[in-house]
């Protein structure tokens, strides 16, 4: 069993930064496929970013150039900076984790970002 919790959403203005952490349990997390999704008023959950067990980066082209996912293996931690925030990057955000690499099999519980104008 995994245990992801977000933090570090918040209320913010266009154009502003957050950085969002997913912490895991786990003794293996350095093996975990790690992912970021956001689910926004009214929509369907959808995929922000990912970062494999070896670091490789994947972005929605959405948030390409603005988001960035990194991982710090010692502290079992996943991270997402969200630079030049925009009104329609307003979700909940959640991390998930890709134990087998099959499918993302944990979720952590989600944590708010609200971008204003």
């Known amino acids: 069993q995994v245990q992801l919790v977000e933090s570090g959403g918040g209320l913010v203005r266009a154009g502003d930064s957050l950085r969002l952490s997913c912490a895991a349990s786990?003794?293996?997390?350095?093996?975990?496929?790690m992912g970021w999704f956001r689910q926004a008023p009214g929509k369907e959950r959808e995929f922000v970013a990912s970062i494999s067990r070896s670091g490789g980066t994947t972005y929605a082209d959405s948030v390409k150039g603005r988001f960035a996912i990194s991982r710090d293996n010692a502290k079992n931690t996943v991270y997402l900076q969200m630079n030049s925030l925009k009104p329609e990057d307003t979700a909940v955000y959640y991390c998930a984790a890709d134990v087998d690499g099959l499918t993302y099999d944990y979720w952590g519980q989600g944590t708010q970002v609200t971008v204003s104008l």
């Open positions: 786990g003794r293996t997390f350095s093996r975990y496929h």
